[in-house]
């Protein structure tokens, strides 16, 4: 209960005696008539609930409520004044939350009288509808059971004012896939369900439910769609005839089921009815609210789909008319679902950002079509500068989509340095919000910081390697406002952030970093003879703390994308062998002192990589390629020619069919006997020609004749080469 101390004016006090009769345990036979003439005052008028709050009311209504002071009618009184007192301003509903209002309602809820239960139901869900914070509360263990769910379920037959409060009252509760499922357990789908063919008032908080329900749960997506007649119910609520309102909830659901696998896109109710309804709710002539929840519902319905997105494209003008919300003036206008300032032209840019993203997320065709709207780069350009961090999200996922097409990001994205504020936000959230992004693996489960900031970062380092995958910003000799990817990376210090992300136990956030720090190390796509500096630095901050946990990283995905890094730091040019591997080569002390750099730790780990047979073959190529590169240092040919458990390890996947492996140990086994620099290596007999023996020791060139007349026409070109190095 709340102790901070009672104001009481007098002279109100004076005009309204019942408050001091209240306040006043000795004449406690005048309480009843008194909590009535408190009802009659505080019901309509806010100004009515403040007072009685001022002077102290609250916290005794809820003592009385708790100790079940007095009969079923004092009980009944308190709990309508309650109910009303929740209806009030913010200030009242919150002081009612600081007393625990939320914990004792519940612990009272009987069903003493219809009035009572109304009243306590009202309570609960007019504090849920200003803030979900106590949402725990429904789901602890009390008196009725493991959680309250069943016991609220129970009182929907009490009446349809207790419908509509309860059902809104689980809806604002249910905040976890933990809630959904006890929903789902406690029978919530089946007792529901019917409520969808009731009144206005009743469908709905109902259709608002099944939204939090099916919400990212395939679970309850089944139990809903198994239930009888509930698909034809939410068909029904989408019709052209009900509220605008209603039709987009009902959308929203059936877009969650689809979304949760019980119903296919190929269902007309899908692929026509619901996608149809969310177009035509992006039409101006709707509320603003509408078009941005219409957009929204219609990302998330078309977001992995092909078949859904082209249908979407060529539905009722959909680009051009979320074209159009782009150029919406920046409007400030209060929500009509809360108290809060909301800025409509950032919502709608936001909203149709959205829904472009999913349009352009697969199909060449939509994509030009978008790009082709007025402005329409311009527009996600000053989006990404944007002070609403949603709409900034929303952008770098529409410009995702865009960065997936090589048609793109080598005419329209190129020519307009799109990549620059991607740049801007990257080093923006490095330079200022490094402690919060690290953070992220401190907590449980690495959701510590910002949600959004995470969001935005994996963003935008997606956009960039995209971007870095086809062009390097600086080719051009006369570019000189554009940055070197790499070096720019270095000059803000993001390889030491990202070499920190990498390491985080968020999946993608590890991906994500480690892609980008592998194409910041692919040197041959740098300008000018820059990379060998740029090589030094990069080992500097890649040590083998950073390296080596991604190289044994428990998804193969990241360990290929290490192997990267490692392949691209011993690297500046390259002859492509296939479309798949590719050879690298550069001045060969440059590669001892690479090597030397990174530690015999990293070595050890590509190498672990090679003898793994549960590998799949795109990491052990990775891996092959390394050790190719590697052994054309002079040092490094003359210390591995002793390891002959490593260069079997290599040899061994000459017997493989699979060509992108066998090409690059025919390139270690030509680099590890090559001849040229032999006098630098550390141990100065073992040359050229006695690395050749060692190898002929170990049946290598019997090996290579094996390969002929069973292998690929580009792998026997290689055998024949290699051998002349045996004769």
Same mark, same amino acid.
């Given at each position: 209960m709340d102790s901070r101390p009672v104001f009481v004016d007098s002279q109100l006090l004076s005009r309204r005696a019942y408050i001091a009769t209240l306040l006043n345990d000795e004449v406690s036979d005048e309480w009843p008539s008194a909590i009535l003439q408190l009802k009659n005052d505080v019901i309509g008028s806010n100004n009515e609930k403040d007072i009685s709050m001022r002077h102290g009311l609250v916290p005794r209504l809820l003592k009385w409520l708790e100790t079940e002071y007095g009969g079923p009618h004092f009980q009944t009184?308190?709990?309508?004044?309650?109910?009303?007192?929740?209806?009030?301003?913010?200030?009242?509903?919150?002081?009612?939350?600081?007393?625990?209002?939320?914990?004792?309602?519940?612990?009272?809820?009987?069903?003493?009288?219809?009035?009572?239960?109304?009243?306590?139901?009202?309570?609960?869900?007019?504090?849920?509808?200003?803030?979900?914070?106590?949402?725990?509360?429904?789901?602890?263990?009390?008196?009725?059971?493991?959680?309250?769910?069943?016991?609220?379920?129970?009182?929907?037959?009490?009446?349809?004012?207790?419908?509509e409060h309860i059902i809104t009252v689980l809806e604002r509760a249910c905040q976890t896939k933990e809630h959904q499922q006890v929903l789902l357990e406690s029978g919530a789908v089946s007792v529901l369900a019917p409520m969808l063919w009731g009144p206005y008032h009743i469908q709905m908080p109902t259709l608002l439910c099944f939204g939090k329900l099916c919400y990212k749960n395939p679970d309850v997506c089944a139990a809903v769609i198994k239930e009888h007649d509930t698909k034809e119910a939410f068909v029904n609520l989408m019709a052209r005839d009900k509220p605008s309102e209603m039709q987009i909830e009902a959308a929203k659901v059936l877009t969650y089921l689809h979304r949760g696998g019980a119903i296919p896109s190929s269902d007309f109710v899908i692929s026509r009815k619901t996608l149809g309804t969310l177009v035509r709710m992006c039409k101006r002539d709707r509320p603003l609210m509408q078009n941005v929840h219409a957009a929204e519902t219609l990302a998330c319905l078309i977001e992995k789909d092909v078949g859904l997105q082209e249908i979407a494209s060529i539905t009722d003008h959909v680009i051009s008319t979320l074209a159009n919300y782009l150029q919406f003036k920046d409007v400030k206008k209060m929500s009509a679902n809360s108290n809060q300032e909301v800025d409509w032209g950032s919502e709608m840019k936001r909203a149709a950002f959205l829904a472009f993203a999913s349009l352009t997320a697969n199909d060449e065709d939509i994509r030009e079509k978008v790009i082709k709207q007025d402005c329409f780069i311009e527009q996600v350009q000053a989006s990404l500068l944007s002070d609403n961090q949603l709409e900034v999200i929303a952008s770098l996922k529409c410009l995702h989509s865009l960065t997936r097409s090589?048609?793109?990001?080598?005419?329209?994205?190129?020519?307009?340095?799109?990549?620059?504020?991607?740049?801007?936000?990257?080093?923006?959230?490095?330079?200022?919000?490094?402690?919060?992004?690290?953070?992220?693996?401190?907590?449980?489960?690495?959701?510590?910081?910002?949600?959004?900031?995470?969001?935005?970062?994996?963003?935008?380092?997606?956009?960039?390697?995209?971007?870095?995958?086809?062009?390097?910003?600086?080719?051009?000799?006369? $570019?000189? %406002?554009?940055?070197?990817? #790499?070096?720019?990376?270095? /000059?803000?210090?993001? =390889?030491? +952030?990202? &070499?920190? !992300?990498?390491?985080?136990?968020?999946?993608?956030?590890?991906?994500?970093?480690?892609?980008?720090?592998?194409? $910041?190390? %692919?040197?041959?796509?740098? #300008?000018?003879?820059?990379? /060998?500096?740029?090589? =030094?630095? +990069?080992? &500097?901050? !890649?040590?083998?703390?950073?390296?080596?946990?991604?190289?044994?990283?428990?998804?193969?995905?990241?360990?290929?994308?290490a192997l990267g890094i490692v392949r691209n730091l011993l690297t500046t040019k390259h002859a492509v062998l296939t479309p798949h591997v590719t050879i690298f080569h550069k001045p060969r002390q440059s590669i001892d002192h690479a090597v030397k750099s990174l530690g015999s730790s990293v070595i050890e780990a590509v190498f672990n990589n090679i003898r793994n047979p549960s590998m799949p073959p795109e990491v052990i190529e990775q891996a092959l390629c390394v050790v190719s590169n590697m052994v054309d240092g002079p040092s490094c040919k003359a210390h591995i020619i002793s390891k002959t458990e490593d260069i079997n390890s290599v040899l061994q996947h000459?017997?493989?069919?699979?060509?992108?492996?066998?090409?690059?140990?025919?390139?270690?086994?030509?680099?590890?006997?090559?001849?040229?620099?032999?006098?630098?290596g550390s141990f100065p007999r073992a040359g050229s020609y006695q690395r050749m023996l060692t190898l002929k020791s170990m049946g290598v060139p019997q090996m290579l004749e094996s390969l002929i007349g069973t292998s690929t026409a580009e792998v026997e070109k290689r055998v024949h080469e290699t051998l002349k190095s045996f004769a």
């Open positions: 009184e308190v709990a309508v004044v309650l109910g009303s007192m929740a209806m009030g301003k913010a200030n009242t509903t919150e002081f009612l939350m600081e007393n625990k209002a939320v914990p004792i309602v519940l612990k009272s809820l009987t069903n003493i009288s219809r009035m009572y239960t109304e009243g306590l139901v009202r309570c609960l869900r007019y504090i849920f509808k200003h803030s979900a914070a106590h949402s725990d509360y429904l789901f602890e263990e009390n008196r009725f059971g493991n959680t309250y769910i069943p016991h609220l379920l129970s009182l929907l037959p009490v009446s349809p004012k207790c419908q090589v048609q793109q990001i080598r005419t329209v994205l190129h020519d307009s340095s799109v990549w620059k504020p991607i740049v801007d936000i990257l080093f923006q959230v490095f330079s200022s919000a490094s402690e919060e992004l690290l953070g992220l693996d401190k907590e449980v489960g690495a959701q510590g910081g910002s949600p959004e900031t995470r969001e935005k970062v994996l963003l935008a380092i997606g956009c960039m390697c995209n971007l870095a995958l086809e062009f390097s910003p600086s080719r051009e000799p006369d $570019a000189g %406002d554009k940055i070197i990817f #790499a070096i720019a990376m270095l /000059e803000y210090n993001a =390889v030491e +952030l990202l &070499s920190e !992300l990498s390491q985080s136990q968020d999946a993608a956030l590890r991906f994500n970093a480690t892609w980008c720090l592998m194409l $910041a190390c %692919d040197l041959q796509s740098l #300008a000018y003879g820059s990379g /060998e500096q740029l090589r =030094v630095s +990069l080992i &500097s901050c !890649l040590t083998a703390d950073v390296l080596v946990p991604r190289l044994e990283d428990e998804l193969v995905t990241i360990r290929e994308k000459l017997k493989s069919d699979n060509e992108d492996l066998q090409l690059p140990v025919l390139q270690f086994i030509s680099n590890l006997i090559h001849t040229i620099d032999d006098d630098h």
